[in-house]
């Protein structure tokens, strides 16, 4: 009967310690592995996630677009990532229209006030485009 005691405690040791190290695993970005898309915070840096700007997110879009030396589509993805339908709305209206030069490719002296629908067109190639387009179709 002891025998059949312990090798239950054992178990139920061993189930609860797998458990446990699931429930705490993360991958590499951070996530749990069993809780989907959720990060484990810990308690003290709850108020430490990043807080939305628009006015941040379309600085860093004009910044990724109006270079001389090319447009960095990798910026532009990096600064959309994780944003929303209504987020990118808000990026969008704050964009306004902003003058662009369709010969040059950037903010130039002789260009025309477009939207930011039409410089992600004419900054990005079709794949980055079409996929902020599925991404966001309501704005784009």
Do not use: C, H
């Not at 090798?7 to 592995?33: E, M, P």
């Not at 898309?37 to 709850?46: A, Q, R, T």
């Not at 090319?70 to 993805?77: N, R």
């Amino acid at each position: 009967m002891e025998k059949k005691k312990a090798i239950i405690i054992g178990f139920s040791v061993l189930v609860l310690g797998v458990g446990a190290y699931f429930l705490t695993k993360t991958n590499k970005d951070g996530k749990s592995i069993l809780g989907g898309k959720k990060k484990y915070i810990d308690e003290g840096d709850i108020n430490t996630a990043p807080v939305f700007s628009a006015k941040q997110k379309v600085s860093l879009l004009y910044e990724a677009m109006n270079r001389y030396s090319g447009t960095d589509e990798t910026l532009i993805v990096e600064t959309l990532t994780g944003v929303t339908q209504a987020q990118f709305g808000a990026i969008n209206k704050l964009w306004g229209l902003k003058n662009y030069n369709t010969l040059l490719g950037y903010n130039t002296v002789g260009g025309s006030k477009l939207p930011l629908k039409r410089w992600l067109r004419e900054e990005l190639n079709d794949e980055y485009y079409i996929l902020l387009r599925k991404k966001f179709p309501l704005y784009l």
